[in-house]
């Protein structure tokens, strides 16, 4: 199972970018799917996330201007930046809690390999 992430690069501030992410590989199921992001010499931290109910939650700091969504069946999540601030410089995760046995109803959580955002002007 891998998660391939795409969409990362360069924006000035006010700019979008759209970041996405394919899950690959035989699995059986996904329940949750999320974003993450880390800045180098801090910890990883919680962006937005999708539940299989379509329930979505958002850190405070992006509240309202990036939207995460996803696609079951192409088994893709994908996350709208807008507005984008200097303070969003980061490497972005994406994540997926995943179950690969049929018979054990257990979902283990992956991620990518991450893609860089930088916003500057």
């Known amino acids: 199972v891998q998660l391939a992430e795409s969409g990362g690069g360069s924006a000035q501030p006010g700019g979008s970018l759209r970041l996405s992410c394919v899950v690959t590989?035989?699995?059986?199921?996904?329940?949750?799917m999320a974003w993450y992001r880390q800045v180098l010499g801090k910890q990883r931290e919680l962006v937005a996330v999708v539940n299989r109910d379509d329930s979505t939650n958002y850190a405070d700091s992006v509240q309202g201007r990036f939207t995460i969504s996803r696609d079951y069946a192409k088994k893709m999540v994908s996350l709208q930046m807008d507005s984008l601030k200097p303070e969003d410089t980061a490497v972005y995760y994406c994540?997926?809690?995943?179950?690969?046995?049929?018979?054990?109803?257990?979902?283990?959580?992956?991620w990518g390999q991450g893609t860089r955002v930088t916003v500057s002007s």
């Open positions: 994540n997926a809690h995943i179950q690969t046995d049929m018979y054990a109803h257990i979902y283990d959580p992956y």
């Open positions: 590989g035989t699995i059986m199921s996904i329940s949750s």
